[in-house]
């Protein structure tokens, strides 16, 4: 019950209070399972007819029942539910709104559904002559403060869960809903689609990053810079870019070894490393992909503010190589897991808007040497 | 027997006028034409109960699959749509074509008998309730036989993904009119039924002494008739949207999606109590015949029955607290589904009072009956964390509300249904099953389904999401999973079993006398199995238990049934209806429109649908030119006497 999704190891205020009431609602259930539980396994052996005869004898006495015993159970049973009510309602008002005195400290942040992948805007951090910094399928917040989060979807019905942190609110179309939440430490946090939303709604996960306050401010500062150009080095040209990636099998979603529960680098430590460049980045390779990227269209619908991605349908892809995770939260950042993505996007995510039996809408395809390239491109969009 | 005269029912007494051929009236008793053109209760609720026992069966294997699917992490026996498609047919198939046809097949076959009627009020609109069922039964299918696969928009068809933009094949609209034409077959049968319990009651049978089954027949019926119009709107306005584009749902025009989860679960929450109440009623026959004493507290138990429908209608929205109603809405509705609780636990007070001092015996019935109740006290526990809406904001679409409400769905309705089979199985074939095979089954149902959902509780809260086709391996759901999937393939193995003994039963199983059980209530003094005329004489009502106190004094009764036979012989014998085609005409016709208007491409749906109406509107005035008429027979006179 410590899964990386566990609701029932909290790790912030709404969660934690979310758990109490269910907490509540178990013990006084229990209380009573086990009182009606006894009589009725009482009465079951002790009535029980144990010969032949016994079933034949002269039925017992015909009663018909005892108002006062209905009468003192039914009073037992609106008691025991106001046991139940009480945190309850405290429940239902103290989550919907973060407290009246942190109203000052709070931080709002708008995440939007797609089909199958989730967008986040900080409207407080405006890029001049952008609008707000936008980013996909990753939440970086800041630890220790209220965060109200705005949902929207441009699509179908989509459900935002933290489950550490908050239970879920949907996000529903012509419906302006919110949640708030706040993680309590820094911490890297696992969330999923929770309403059925189509054909990849399993795969349509996110994951959560908080932040201390000066980790969070570096972040913010370092998202609002344009796409990190790789200068070229003289020694290194396409043609020797022989890229070798692992080769997967079919089913193996979301194969993910470094979130393990042995892993030996924490999630956050991960996600932290996961910030800084690759050592052995191939500049040509990778001005190659650049180029790709606007060729194969990819650009269309994907942004790397910066360079020449200008679409707004596909996530924002401007920092693309500093994310743990890739294709919504499903697979890990790695060159061979973005091979992957990019080879197969349809076995990795049936019906996902990119990819058919070419990438949309002119039905592009792309040889191994493409995919290599893109790879080293996107992987070097720290 | 069988000596057929005219009835003086016939309108004006005139000689009989010759008529068309078209009215030609089938008398076939045995053959296909008797199935298909019966007006007989018990043949209808007969062929309810095949219906539906065959979708059980698809339902269920629909579920095997889908543990397949969920048995290791990342599996891929199916696809994701295939997945999808799977959750969809599953929910929808054992919702509306195994669960509540089965319960119809009861409240057919069973309550008319309990009440001491011949028949349902309108034998012919009960022919056709039957069909129009079994129409919307192959239009909800008929995807397993098309390009465009079964429907995959999940049994709530949530807008707007099931709107023409996100689900443009024919699917959904079959979805949309099968679901349709099923409201149609229930409201009809519901009305019908609803009319038979406050008319057709025996004399001296006041609505407090009617047996609880058939009370709860009636406030099932209320609620379907006042439930299935919400969800009927919903339909035709999404039917409207994805056939004429109109903007119901339609968000970039301005539609309100969350107007369908509203409408969805005024229906929706209503359809669960349909499924239970039904239940309830058979628990509340079995366990007062298996101690060998009335029910406890029978005013209460049909109270809080009939309260308990009531209050169904108040708690829709707890299916929508994370839909972001705001702090008030949710709070109602909160306490609401809260106090249904009260007279939820009441019932089971009372069946707890019932074997209180009882002499039980343990047949099994009554073990499917105690593992009713053992059940469904588990299922209604969790539905109480449910309605603790902030608790609830964490399981709501995890693992955690799908224990839940199969120990309602399986550990209730279907544990009751399955025990109801045992119970009245000596009545309807005058056969008993095997004790041995039936306690067999019994056993490996029960713990087939616990290792199957028990699990799942940890699964939810852990954050597994539901409707998902695959999951990672290091979330820690690998062990649960697989426990869930060997539970799911014992209770498979439970079921069969179960089935194979019924089929083995019904044809060489141990003959049995009158009132094997020595049960309490009208349905057992009859022979079995039951001549088409039920009560050879009306039967006069002095009590409760009508049955357990004609067995304690014969000789009042007798001189009753004297009595009214003697009336019976002076009206020419026993009354009973013509069967009839038109019924059936009628639901084919309903079935070519909706052929039409769901399965056939745009463009040539028109001609269809409008053949469709032809044969309907044919059909509905052949049957109403035919008249109600009947004729006599004369019952067996030892047949009719103890």
């Not at chain 1, 029932?8 to 009573?32: E, H, N, R, S």
């Not at chain 2, 296909?32 to 007969?46: A, R």
């Not at chain 2, 053992?374 to 995890?398: E, L, N, T, Y």
């Amino acid at each position: 019950m410590d899964g990386h999704q566990t609701t029932m190891v909290t790790a912030g205020p709404v969660a934690k209070a979310q758990l109490d009431v269910f907490y509540v609602t178990c013990w006084v259930t229990l209380v009573i399972f086990v009182l009606v539980g006894a009589v009725l396994a009482y009465a079951t052996i002790k009535f029980k007819a144990r010969t032949d005869a016994d079933e034949h004898a002269e039925p017992p006495e015909q009663s018909h029942g005892n108002p006062l015993i209905e009468l003192g159970l039914i009073g037992a049973s609106i008691f025991a539910l106001v046991i139940i009510a009480v945190p309850t309602l405290k429940g239902i008002w103290y989550t919907y709104e973060p407290p009246a005195e942190q109203k000052e400290n709070v931080y709002e942040v708008t995440a939007t559904g797609y089909q199958w992948w989730f967008k986040f805007e900080y409207p407080k951090e405006q890029i001049d002559g952008v609008g707000s910094l936008v980013t996909g399928n990753e939440l970086v917040i800041p630890a220790g403060r209220p965060v109200v989060i705005q949902l929207r979807t441009v699509d179908v019905i989509h459900s935002f869960w933290v489950p550490k942190l908050a239970g879920k609110v949907d996000m529903i179309p012509n419906r302006g809903n919110h949640l708030w939440l706040q993680a309590d430490e820094p911490g890297y946090f696992w969330g999923q689609c929770a309403e059925y939303c189509g054909d990849s709604h399993a795969v349509m996960r996110f994951r959560v990053i908080a932040l201390a306050e000066k980790d969070f401010a570096d972040w913010v500062a370092g998202q609002k810079q344009a796409a990190r150009t790789v200068a070229a080095t003289a020694q290194a040209g396409a043609d020797n870019a022989k890229v070798q990636f692992a080769s997967f099998k079919r089913n193996e979603y979301g194969f993910t070894p470094k979130w393990d529960a042995n892993a030996t680098v924490s999630p956050l430590d991960n996600w932290k490393q996961q910030q800084f460049p690759a050592k052995d980045e191939n500049p040509a390779l990778i001005a190659q992909g650049r180029k790709l990227f606007t060729e194969k269209t990819c650009a269309g619908c994907h942004t790397i503010r910066g360079h020449e991605g200008i679409g707004i349908t596909g996530p924002d892809l401007t920092h693309i190589g500093a994310r743990t995770t890739i294709a919504g939260g499903l697979l890990e950042n790695n060159p061979d897991q973005m091979a992957r993505w990019i080879a197969h996007p349809d076995v990795v995510k049936p019906g996902n808007k990119m990819y058919t039996t070419g990438y949309l809408p002119n039905n592009v395809q792309l040889t191994d040497a493409d995919v290599a390239a893109l790879v080293a491109y996107l992987e070097s969009l720290k | 027997m069988d000596a057929t005269v005219k009835s003086h029912f016939t309108p004006h007494e005139a000689p009989a006028p010759t008529k068309a051929a078209v009215f030609w009236r089938p008398t076939a008793k045995s053959g296909l034409m008797s199935w298909l053109t019966t007006v007989d209760h018990k043949k209808i609720g007969f062929l309810y109960g095949i219906f539906a026992l065959f979708f059980f069966l698809v339902g269920g294997v629909e579920a095997l699959l889908i543990r397949l699917q969920l048995a290791v992490p990342n599996n891929d026996i199916l696809t994701a749509a295939q997945y999808n498609t799977m959750f969809t047919m599953h929910g929808t198939t054992m919702i509306f074509l195994a669960v509540m046809p089965l319960s119809a097949a009861f409240f057919n076959y069973i309550m008319p008998l309990q009440i001491g009627a011949r028949d349902v009020a309108f034998p012919r609109l009960n022919a056709f309730s039957l069909w129009t069922f079994v129409a919307g039964a192959i239009i909800i299918n008929l995807g397993w036989f098309m390009q465009d696969g079964p429907p995959d928009g999940g049994w709530f068809g949530y807008a707007p993904l099931t709107s023409k933009t996100f689900s443009a094949d024919h699917s959904i609209d079959m979805w949309v009119m099968g679901l349709q034409l099923l409201g149609v077959a229930s409201i009809a049968a519901s009305l019908n039924f609803i009319v038979t319990i406050i008319n057709l009651r025996a004399p001296g049978m006041t609505m407090m002494r009617v047996p609880v089954f058939s009370w709860m027949t009636l406030v099932t019926a209320f609620l379907i008739i006042l439930s299935f119009p919400a969800i009927t709107i919903a339909l035709v306005e999404l039917m409207m949207d994805r056939l004429f584009g109109t903007n119901f749902f339609e968000v970039s025009n301005g539609g309100m999606p969350v107007l369908w989860q509203h409408l969805f679960w005024v229906f929706g929450h209503p359809e669960v109590y349909i499924l239970i109440l039904p239940a309830m009623g058979i628990i509340s026959e079995i366990l007062p015949t298996f101690s060998r004493k009335p029910l406890f507290g029978y005013p209460i138990v049909v109270f809080s029955g009939a309260c308990i429908g009531f209050l169904g209608f108040s708690v829709w929205s707890h299916h929508m607290f994370t839909t972001g109603m705001g702090t008030v809405a949710t709070a109602a509705f909160s306490l609401a589904t809260m106090a249904i609780a009260v007279p939820t636990g009441v019932k089971i007070f009372n069946w707890i009072g019932t074997i209180w001092g009882g002499h039980l015996k343990m047949s099994t019935p009554m073990m499917f009956a105690l593992g009713f109740v053992w059940m469904f006290m588990m299922g209604g526990f969790s539905g109480v964390m449910h309605a603790a809406a902030p608790a609830d904001a964490q399981q709501q679409d995890s693992y955690f509300v799908i224990a839940h409400f199969h120990y309602v769905l399986i550990g209730g309705s279907l544990f009751a249904l399955l025990a109801g089979i045992h119970y009245w199985f000596p009545l309807m074939f005058g056969r008993k099953v095997s004790e041995f095979w039936g306690k067999l089954s019994f056993w490996i149902i029960f713990a087939g389904f616990n290792i199957t959902f028990f699990p799942m509780h940890f699964l939810g809260l852990n954050g597994m999401p539901r409707r998902t086709f695959t999951y990672d391996a290091n979330l820690g759901w690998n062990t649960p999973n697989f426990i869930a999937t060997v539970g799911a393939f014992i209770l498979g193995i439970g079921v069969l079993i179960y089935f194979i003994v019924m089929i083995y039963t019904y044809a060489k199983g141990e003959r049995v006398k009158r009132d094997y059980w020595d049960g309490r209530t009208l349905e057992w003094s009859i022979p079995n199995p039951p001549p088409e005329y039920n009560f050879a004489v009306i039967p006069t009502v002095h009590a409760r238990d009508a049955w357990w106190y004609e067995k304690h004094h014969q000789e009042e009764i007798a001189k009753e049934k004297a009595a009214h036979a003697k009336e019976d012989a002076a009206h020419g014998g026993i009354h009973m209806p013509f069967q009839s085609v038109y019924p059936l005409v009628t639901s084919i016709g309903i079935l070519i429109g909706a052929i039409g208007v769901s399965v056939v491409d745009h463009g040539h749906k028109l001609p269809v649908a409008l053949a469709g109406a032809a044969v309907m509107l044919a059909g509905i005035y052949l049957w109403a030119m035919e008249g109600n008429e009947g004729y006599h027979i004369q019952a067996d006179q030892e047949d009719s006497h103890k």
